[in-house]
């Protein structure tokens, strides 16, 4: 039987959410039925390292989106792929104008956010008139299937809904060989927060809660980088937060998760947060904003964590004071993820609709 080739496309392979659900894709697919490519803007990224090694990465060597699409078409055309399955709601829009080029080969948009709150620049937008054009749009979340269905006039028989799978295998294994870290105090509650420094994951916001924890024993660990990282050194420093300590991207953020007493979720919007799932993953409470994206298909209330609107600077504080004074079971917390959002459970649905489209 002839096996069904998949070129998935990426800009890269940093470590975030989109990055590591393709590579997760792209390792697991059944090798009997499918076999998958990852096409790159650039070949660099933490997530390298975890990609099977019979996974072609091709490599267009390209630093901007805008200057990509003529060698991808050029890649599709000459390697006529059964299916392309663009992973980056970017390339996703340019993309779509073009899908009609290539009548034998379908196409699949996977939406990393909720489009409405996320793409504001309006030469991407128009793109958005052609989204139809793709054989299927893979939602994360019911709030991102809404808005591509009444914002967007995308016909609901195009878009399926699929879930982020937790590679509980992968995390396991990474917190096995975890210390605790270092800056963790042992008399203090160690809260932790993880995401790219940017106006959407709402950090300004989490710094405003813990100027109302100063004088608590609690200690605020912030993992990433991104554009906002000196506005957000300034907001620290002006706010006099000791207790807040900004760690940049992290290679093993499980380490940080499996010895946190909290995790916290601070985001504008979402699509369906990965690192919502893995710090449950880890056995880690959480308490995330109540913010469009898939967050209340993640939390069980007082389960596997809670929702509050972080906008209430001093409820979310209190908030977490609350939950700090109380112990939560790990291990039910992590059979909360892994009932639901397990890699295999998952992969069961994606390989349905790459099967179904080439029928």
Same mark, same amino acid.
């Given at each position: =039987?002839?096996?069904?080739?998949?070129?998935?496309?990426?800009?890269?392979?940093?470590?975030? @959410?989109?990055?590591?659900?393709?590579?997760?894709?792209?390792?697991?697919?059944?090798?009997?039925?499918?076999?998958?490519?990852?096409?790159?803007?650039?070949?660099?990224?933490?997530?390298?390292?975890?990609?099977?090694?019979?996974?072609?990465?091709?490599?267009?060597?390209?630093?901007?989106?805008?200057?990509?699409?003529?060698?991808?078409?050029?890649?599709?055309?000459?390697?006529?792929?059964?299916?392309?399955?663009?992973?980056?709601?970017?390339?996703?829009?340019?993309?779509?104008?073009?899908?009609?080029?290539?009548?034998?080969?379908?196409?699949?948009?996977?939406?990393?956010?909720?489009?409405?709150?996320?793409?504001?620049?309006?030469?991407?937008?128009?793109?958005?008139?052609?989204?139809?054009?793709?054989?299927?749009?893979?939602?994360?979340?019911?709030?991102m299937m809404k808005d591509l269905i009444k914002n967007?006039?995308?016909?609901?028989?195009?878009?399926? +809904?699929?879930?982020?799978?937790?590679?509980?295998?992968?995390?396991?294994?990474?917190?096995?060989?975890?210390?605790?870290?270092?800056?963790?105090?042992?008399?203090? +509650?160690?809260?932790?927060?993880?995401?790219?420094?940017?106006?959407?994951? @709402?950090?300004?916001?989490?710094?405003?809660?813990?100027?109302?924890?100063?004088?608590?024993?609690?200690?605020?660990?912030?993992?990433?980088?991104?554009?906002?990282?000196? =506005?957000?050194?300034?907001?620290?420093?002006?706010?006099?937060?000791?207790?807040?300590?900004?760690?940049?991207?992290?290679?093993?953020?499980?380490?940080?998760?499996?010895?946190?007493?909290?995790?916290?979720?601070?985001?504008?919007?979402? @699509?369906?947060?990965?690192?919502?799932?893995?710090?449950?993953?880890?056995?880690?409470?959480?308490?995330?904003?109540?913010?469009?994206?898939?967050?209340?298909?993640?939390?069980?209330?007082?389960?596997?964590?809670?929702?509050?609107?972080?906008?209430?600077?001093?409820?979310?504080?209190?908030?977490?004071?609350?939950?700090?004074?109380?112990?939560?079971?790990?291990?039910?917390?992590?059979?909360?993820? +892994?009932?639901?959002?397990?890699?295999? =459970?998952?992969?069961?649905?994606?390989?349905?609709?790459?099967?179904?489209?080439?029928?």
């Amino acid at each position: =039987m002839k096996k069904i080739s998949v070129i998935f496309i990426l800009p890269d392979l940093e470590t975030g @959410g989109a990055e590591r659900i393709v590579t997760t894709i792209a390792n697991h697919l059944s090798r009997d039925r499918f076999e998958p490519k990852i096409l790159l803007l650039r070949k660099q990224g933490g997530y390298l390292n975890f990609l099977n090694e019979d996974v072609e990465i091709i490599d267009i060597n390209t630093e901007r989106i805008r200057h990509s699409l003529k060698p991808i078409l050029a890649e599709i055309y000459r390697r006529k792929p059964d299916i392309v399955f663009s992973g980056y709601g970017e390339v996703n829009a340019y993309l779509s104008l073009f899908i009609k080029l290539f009548p034998r080969t379908k196409f699949i948009a996977r939406e990393t956010n909720v489009v409405t709150k996320h793409v504001t620049r309006k030469e991407i937008k128009f793109f958005y008139n052609f989204y139809n054009n793709y054989h299927r749009i893979i939602a994360q979340s019911d709030d991102m299937m809404k808005d591509l269905i009444k914002n967007f006039r995308i016909k609901s028989d195009k878009i399926v +809904k699929i879930n982020n799978p937790v590679d509980f295998d992968f995390i396991e294994d990474k917190m096995a060989s975890s210390q605790k870290p270092e800056n963790f105090k042992y008399n203090y +509650k160690n809260v932790v927060a993880i995401g790219n420094l940017s106006p959407r994951k @709402g950090f300004d916001n989490l710094l405003k809660v813990f100027s109302r924890l100063k004088n608590e024993n609690i200690l605020l660990h912030i993992l990433g980088d991104g554009k906002d990282r000196e =506005m957000l050194h300034q907001m620290k420093d002006f706010l006099g937060l000791k207790n807040v300590i900004f760690h940049g991207r992290q290679e093993n953020p499980y380490e940080f998760l499996k010895y946190a007493d909290l995790f916290v979720l601070s985001s504008r919007y979402e @699509g369906f947060p990965n690192v919502l799932l893995e710090a449950g993953a880890c056995g880690t409470y959480s308490l995330a904003n109540n913010c469009p994206g898939g967050i209340n298909e993640i939390i069980q209330n007082t389960i596997n964590g809670e929702i509050s609107d972080i906008e209430d600077h001093e409820r979310f504080s209190q908030e977490i004071l609350r939950i700090l004074h109380q112990n939560y079971d790990k291990e039910v917390i992590k059979s909360s993820i +892994k009932s639901r959002f397990s890699k295999n =459970m998952i992969m069961d649905k994606y390989e349905k609709v790459l099967l179904d489209l080439v029928k």
